[in-house]
């Protein structure tokens, strides 16, 4: 009887794991913080788990989780392998969304306005300055461009979403690839600075001639107004779920490494030139493993009952294979101190 005894006892303290962890944190990416937000709400009452979630920015959620101060870090940026390994993390895909350019142009309507990468670098570059420069005026026929100073504005901070719109200037401006590049933090030619993507909103809200770029649940959920992009396959676009969904349906997820799938200006008549996966970075030695666990079960939940919310965001779900995958490496590869898997 003893023997059984101390055989449960030893079998319970394994699932104990995730009983008695309640509360998680996690810190970064200001992408995501939305959907992030609601599946918070929604996993509360159905899992038992609270999530406080720090929308700091991807370059400082990849330092908290560094440095082991949050329980999951979060960036739009994928980091690169040898820093997986120094840091011993899992980086995993948790959502796909868009970024959007977002204008402040009295008398103009929301979509009204074409832009192209090309534009939108020359602008950034400061080499378009005003909304009725005849190139601007060439691609908008027929839309009253005022005689308006071009205000842009961009992250201020360490950023993800800088990350995803400075990737796509990068590549469809060879001007900007060799002038600027494509970072979290690049040396911006023109403009002004703000923090995070409720930030950059609010700047582009109150500032006449203003641009910016946002995650589109920020231009959605402050009604702001948003702009035709031209796409890969040379059509105007405007942000919308379906054209988001064109764009992320094209990811290679089999060949990328470590979940980090390209998905800008990807292939589609149909398809908004920018939209990105959205990452967890979680500890390998897995300190606490109560909490860990219940980091995974959080976003297992999100992955199983999240789909709804995050459409309702405009944000388009991971494909089912992708969340079988995550699922496997979750098992694979987070270990406990006793070497024993977590999940």
Do not use: C
Not at 305 to 323: F, H, N
């Amino acid at each position: 009887m003893k023997l059984v005894t101390t055989a449960l006892a030893i079998t319970l303290a394994g699932f104990s794991y995730v009983a008695q962890a309640q509360q998680i944190t996690g810190a970064g990416a200001t992408f995501p913080a939305p959907v992030y937000a609601k599946w918070g709400e929604a996993a509360k009452p159905a899992t038992g788990i609270e999530l406080n979630y720090q929308a700091i920015g991807s370059g400082g959620g990849q330092n908290q989780i560094f440095n082991r101060t949050a329980d999951f870090g979060a960036s739009d940026a994928p980091v690169d392998m040898a820093r997986l390994t120094q840091y011993r993390l899992l980086q995993f895909p948790t959502v796909m969304g868009a970024v959007v350019p977002i204008i402040n142009l009295p008398g103009i309507e929301a979509n009204q306005v074409k832009l192209t990468g090309e534009l939108l670098a020359d602008i950034y570059l400061g080499k378009i300055t005003k909304w009725n420069d005849p190139r601007l005026v060439e691609a908008n026929r027929g839309v009253a461009l005022p005689s308006v100073a071009i205000a842009p504005v961009y992250r201020a901070d360490g950023s993800g979403t800088t990350f995803v719109f400075t990737t796509y200037l990068a590549t469809v401006s060879a001007e900007w690839k060799a002038k600027v590049g494509a970072d979290t933090s690049v040396k911006w030619a023109a403009g002004n600075g703000a923090k995070g993507n409720d930030g950059v909103a609010a700047t582009v809200k109150q500032v006449r001639g203003a641009i910016g770029y946002v995650e589109n649940a920020y231009a959605t959920q402050n009604k702001l107004t948003t702009t035709q992009l031209r796409n890969k396959a040379g059509n105007f676009v405007t942000p919308t779920l379906a054209a988001f969904t064109a764009s992320a349906n094209a990811g290679d997820w089999k060949g990328a490494q470590n979940y980090a799938v390209n998905l800008i200006d990807t292939t589609g008549a149909d398809a908004w030139p920018i939209v990105s996966a959205t990452f967890a970075l979680l500890p390998k030695d897995a300190k606490d493993p109560a909490r860990s666990a219940s980091v995974m079960k959080f976003f297992d939940f999100a992955y199983k009952s999240g789909g709804d919310i995050a459409k309702g965001l405009e944000y388009i779900a991971l494909p089912a294979a992708v969340q079988d995958a995550v699922r496997a490496s979750w098992h694979s590869e987070i270990k406990g101190p006793n070497g024993m898997a977590v999940w």
